[in-house]
C-alpha cells in the first residue's frame, strides 16, 4: 500500500512577536525615567528626569515637554548616551535640596491629581509621553510621602503603571540611577521553527508558537501583535 503524498513545512519565526503590552520597542529615543510630582511640602521642587537609553547621544535641540509643564529645549542641548536629564520647576531650589543643578527649568505646576507628560522632537512628533494617575493602579506612596515615581526599567514601557513604583529614596534619585531599577529578563520563544511530519496536499495546517517564559517574573502578554508576516517554506516529501 502506497501513502498518500504529503509536504513537510518549516516556520520559521526569528522574530515573529514584538512585546508591546510590558516590554518598550527599543529605540534612540530618550524616556520619561522618573516624576517627583508631590514633594513633601514643597512643590517647588518638583522634577522630571529623561533618560537616554541609546547607543549614542540624543540632540534635544527644539524638543520640549508639553501638557503637564511646558518647556523648549535650547540649541546646543545634549543626552549623552546613558545619561539623565534634569529638568524641575526651581532650579534655585532643587540645587538647594539636591546639592547640584538641575538642567533646565519649566514653567507651569505638575498636578497631585495625574495629568498627561509629554516629551516631542523638534518636529513636534511624539518621543514619549506618560499618563500617570495616583490610585489607578500607580503607586500611591509617590503622592505626597517623599519618594519619586520611578521607572523600575527603560526597557519596560512607562505607560503601564505596573512598571513604575515609589522609590526607596526620600527625594528621590534624580540624575542617577532609580533606586528600583533591574534588569528584566527577556522571555525566551521556542521553538524558531515548528514542523509538519505529513500533510495531505490541499488540507489546512494548523499553525502554532510555543512561547517559553524563562525569567523570574510573570510577564503580561495582553496587547502583543505580530510584527512582520509569517516565512515559512513547503517541502514535498518523497514518495514511499
Do not use: H
Not at 522574530?15 to 508591546?20: A, D, S
Not at 522632537?121 to 503622592?143: E, F, L, T
Amino acid at each position: 500500500m502506497r501513502r498518500r503524498r504529503g509536504m513537510k513545512i518549516s516556520w520559521i519565526c526569528p522574530l515573529l512577536w514584538v512585546l508591546l503590552g510590558w516590554f518598550r520597542v527599543s529605540g534612540a529615543d530618550p524616556i520619561i525615567n522618573e516624576i517627583m510630582y508631590n514633594p513633601i511640602g514643597d512643590d517647588e521642587a518638583e522634577f522630571i528626569e529623561l533618560y537616554n537609553p541609546g547607543p549614542g547621544g540624543i540632540s534635544l535641540e527644539g524638543y520640549r515637554l508639553t501638557r503637564g509643564v511646558e518647556m523648549v529645549f535650547p540649541a546646543g542641548t545634549l543626552l549623552d548616551s546613558g545619561g539623565y536629564l534634569v529638568i524641575t520647576k526651581d532650579t534655585a531650589r532643587f540645587r538647594e535640596i539636591y546639592g547640584f543643578a538641575a538642567g533646565f527649568k519649566w514653567s507651569g505646576t505638575l498636578s497631585n491629581t495625574g495629568e498627561a507628560i509629554v516629551l516631542l522632537n523638534a518636529a513636534s512628533s511624539k518621543v514619549d509621553s506618560v499618563y500617570y494617575r495616583p490610585g489607578s493602579g500607580w503607586p500611591s506612596a509617590a503622592n505626597g510621602s517623599g519618594p519619586s515615581l520611578e521607572l523600575k526599567s527603560p526597557e519596560l514601557d512607562n505607560l503601564q503603571p505596573e512598571n513604575w513604583g515609589a522609590g526607596l529614596d526620600a527625594g528621590g534619585t534624580p540624575g542617577s540611577l532609580n533606586s528600583l531599577s533591574r534588569p528584566v529578563p527577556s522571555p525566551l520563544f521556542m521553538p524558531s521553527s515548528i514542523e509538519f511530519g505529513s500533510v495531505p496536499i490541499g488540507q489546512p495546517v494548523i499553525r502554532e508558537l510555543i512561547i517559553l517564559n524563562q525569567g523570574l517574573a510573570d510577564y503580561i502578554i495582553t496587547g502583543w501583535e505580530q510584527s512582520r508576516p509569517v516565512i515559512f517554506s513547503v517541502t514535498p516529501s518523497p514518495p514511499f
